[in-house]
């Protein structure tokens, strides 16, 4: 795809991997519709991309998870004949914890932040993208969407059904113009993981991507015919040999059950406890690449303004 001659939707722009794929795609001429809940750093984004040659670039401060500011995004694209061809849907959350220590709220915003919105934005912008004689959408998955992993049980089932969302609408709109892709990075270096999590990838000796590396990544995607990508090795060969034989994968990470759990319990046991831990598994405790900034700011008179996003959802990447 012609990247000079795009106009990107990109949601989780202000995160660690939105900024720097805004940056990059800007720098190949592509016009960005940045998606982000903090006006402040919106501006602060489009202040550092690289001027489009015809059209300037535009910042959209919004509650994704919000039914009626969804709309308001369409008919606002609509109201300023603002056509994208590619929908990058990169907004997520995550959090490293044990599935029966997360709050009923949490698991709901997880699945509302990484999957509802998504499928619902998504099936928003078709009627706009079909319009299109070429038109993308990047998912923007994980590893943990192909490896079930403790410590992250709500974050996989999201990224497990977005994967599947992903090879299911790809085959449903293969006769359109429209191509889906899938990309799924590893743990990614972010200001916003958690201490817990960043002491989990240092003991089990993880690989952590760079941000700028992973979205160039995504824009190697984007300029080809692939349906996915996955990034990291091992990291790839454990996702088809979790595919092919999920109980070798599942004793080799059961190994490092007790010291997942460690770092992952939001009620720890005494200090004195002891803990005996296997040998390292190499697929790791791959951290999420979801960063999420919570803050909700009103947008500046100079950016398209849909409303404050509510801090029921989260997201950035």
């Given amino acids: 795809m012609n990247i000079s001659q795009t106009q990107i939707l ?70 300023h004949q603002i056509h994208p061809n590619v929908l990058i849907n990169l907004a997520g959350t995550n959090q490293l914890a044990l599935f029966e220590q997360q709050p009923e709220t949490q698991i709901r915003q997880l699945i509302e932040t990484n999957l509802t919105a998504t499928l619902l934005l998504t099936r928003a912008l078709l009627p706009l993208l079909q319009q299109q004689p070429q038109a993308r959408i990047i998912n923007v998955g994980s590893t943990f969407g192909s490896i079930g992993y403790p410590g992250y049980v709500s974050y996989c089932t999201t990224k497990f059904a977005l994967r599947g969302f992903s090879e299911a609408l790809q085959r449903e709109l293969s006769d359109s113009a429209i191509k889906v892709q899938y990309f799924a990075p590893r743990a990614t270096q972010t200001a916003l993981n958690s201490d817990a999590a960043d002491q989990l990838n240092a003991q089990l000796n993880n690989a952590v991507d760079n941000p700028s590396l992973v979205a160039k990544s995504l824009v190697e995607l984007l300029n080809s015919d692939a349906t996915h990508r996955f990034l990291g090795w091992p990291e790839r060969l454990f996702v088809k040999l979790n595919g092919l034989f999920p109980n070798l994968v599942g004793g080799s990470i059961g190994k490092q059950l007790q010291l997942i759990k460690r770092h992952a319990d939001h009620n720890p046991a005494p200090a004195d406890t002891k803990f005996f831990h296997g040998t390292a598994v190499t697929t790791a405790a791959l951290t999420s690449t979801d960063s999420i900034p919570v803050d909700s700011t009103q947008a500046t008179s100079n950016q398209t303004k849909i409303s404050h996003p509510s801090p029921s959802c989260q997201g950035d990447h």
């Fill in 10 to 79: 990109l949601t989780g722009a202000c995160g660690g991997i939105g900024s720097h794929c805004a940056r990059r795609l800007s720098q190949q001429g592509a016009r960005i519709l940045a998606i982000g809940r903090d006006q402040k750093r919106l501006d602060a984004l489009l202040d550092s991309l690289q001027p489009h040659p015809s059209e300037a670039h535009q910042s959209y401060c919004i509650e994704l998870c919000d039914d009626n500011q969804r709309q308001q995004l369409i008919d606002q694209l609509n109201a």
